[in-house]
């Protein structure tokens, strides 16, 4: 009689190799998945502080205190911390339970979209395009925001 | 006949290791993936708070046309609210952003004397105004009906239950006050 055949260790080896290899994604897609949506909310976040950021960048706008002469011509990039000699973009947030704490640091970079340009009421326009990025532990974002300035004639074009 | 082959005492250790590290693995990933989870789901239930309260004030404030405030803790906005589903509350219409108690409401006054008030924020512990006068280049605690245009934007400071981080800051801006930032020269 034939004996019935048991398994070899090279067997039970590619079995767990096998195993190993499809349990793995089964743990890594939810993990990937959990990254996916903190990013996603981290982007939430920085949206909040980014709107903050926006009504810092333009009380500084109001107060004449961001020497726009120093912003290159278009298509340079000039940032807020070059031209004001400060440090600005720095964020602590807190959320969760047990609360982790974070800092966010955004460059606050501007640059002419459209230069000065006189209009039809000889007041000189122009648009300034205000660009903060982040990196965060998660990814790298972007907000773009555009503000449109109108210079006085005593201040002149930059 | 020939004898049947049984595992040997070394095969099966090294299969009881194997199938221990893979336990371990999987074990060690399923507790870290519950305790991201656990620690996710607070985080998200709290920005989505932030974003829900953010969203909401947006929406009041893209309709506003004129602002009165009382002391920064209290906020009449004068609207024009377009189409509402109660036809009372269709076209201009006054809301009050105010706190009672913990609550920061927001009521609004329609027409035959109708009203509708709105839960916004619970647990509010602390509550401020700031509204940005371009003039000043300054943040001022009061705004004023008289003043014929409307602040560029509007800070609001609070603490609430469902903010755990503390006092938490939102920007807004008005869709319908003069945004151009008009810049004059300094004093000489």
């Given amino acids: 009689m034939k004996t019935a055949r048991t398994f070899l260790l090279l ?16 743990i890594f897609s939810p993990f990937y998945r959990l990254h996916e949506e903190m990013k996603s909310l981290e982007r939430i976040e920085c949206e909040r502080l980014c709107e903050l950021l926006l009504a810092q960048v333009q ?9 726009l002469k120093k912003i290159s011509s278009k298509g340079k990039v000039s940032t807020l911390d070059e031209l004001t000699g400060k440090k ?5 947030i807190v959320f969760g339970a047990p609360p982790t704490k974070q800092k966010i640091h955004f ?12 209009d039809f009421s000889n007041k000189e326009c122009a648009l300034l395009r205000c660009t903060f990025a982040t990196k965060t532990e998660k990814s790298r974002e972007e907000f773009i925001y555009d503000i449109p300035v109108v210079f006085s004639a005593a201040q002149g074009a930059p | ?21 893979l336990l371990t693995a999987l074990l060690g990933g399923m507790s870290r993936l519950f305790s991201a989870r ?16 953010h969203e909401r004030l947006v929406n009041l404030f893209s309709h506003t046309v004129h602002l009165d405030s009382l002391e920064g803790k209290e906020m009449l906005l004068y609207l024009d609210n377009l189409i509402d ?41 602390s509550f401020s105004i700031q509204f940005f006068d371009p003039h000043e280049a300054a943040y001022a605690k009061t705004w004023d009906k008289k003043k014929e245009a409307l602040p560029p934007f509007v800070l609001v400071t ?17 869709p319908l006050a003069e945004n151009v930032i008009v810049i004059t020269p300094k004093a000489p």
Avoid: H
């Fill in chain 1, 11 to 26: 067997e039970l080896l590619i079995a767990f190799s096998l195993i190993s290899l499809f349990a793995f994604p089964l």
């Fill in chain 1, 59 to 67: 009380k500084l706008l109001y107060q004449n205190a961001v020497p």
């Fill in chain 1, 88 to 92: 600005w973009g720095d964020f602590d």
């Fill in chain 1, 107 to 118: 460059d606050v970079l501007l640059t002419w979209i459209r230069e000065p340009v006189k």
């Fill in chain 2, 1 to 21: 006949m020939r004898r049947k082959r049984t595992l040997t005492l070394l095969e099966v250790v090294i299969a009881l290791t194997l199938t221990s590290f």
């Fill in chain 2, 38 to 53: 656990s620690r996710l789901e607070s985080a998200k239930e709290e920005i989505l708070a932030k974003k829900s309260f």
């Fill in chain 2, 85 to 125: 589903k109660e036809s009372a509350f269709c076209g201009k219409a006054e809301g009050r952003l105010f706190i009672q108690g913990n609550r920061l409401l927001f009521l609004l006054k329609g027409r035959e004397k109708k009203e509708r008030e709105e839960l916004l924020l619970d647990g509010v512990s």
């Fill in chain 2, 158 to 174: 609070l603490s609430a239950a469902s903010f755990r981080g503390g006092p938490t800051a939102f920007a807004f801006f008005l």
